[in-house]
């Protein structure tokens, strides 16, 4: 029973982790494809 819990808990604790990952990396595509748009809306 321990050992199922072990696994259960690292099991979300990867996919807690990997969510966090994909949500930064959303993040970052979203800044560098909006940055380059509103710079270039400003000096337009």
Known sequence: MNFISL???LGKAVL????VIV???GVILLVNL???SL???LTH
């Open 23 to 25: 949500a930064l990396t």
């Open 34 to 36: 909006a940055v380059p």
């Open 39 to 41: 710079l270039g809306g």
């Open 7 to 9: 696994v259960t808990v």
């Open 16 to 19: 807690v982790v990997m969510g």
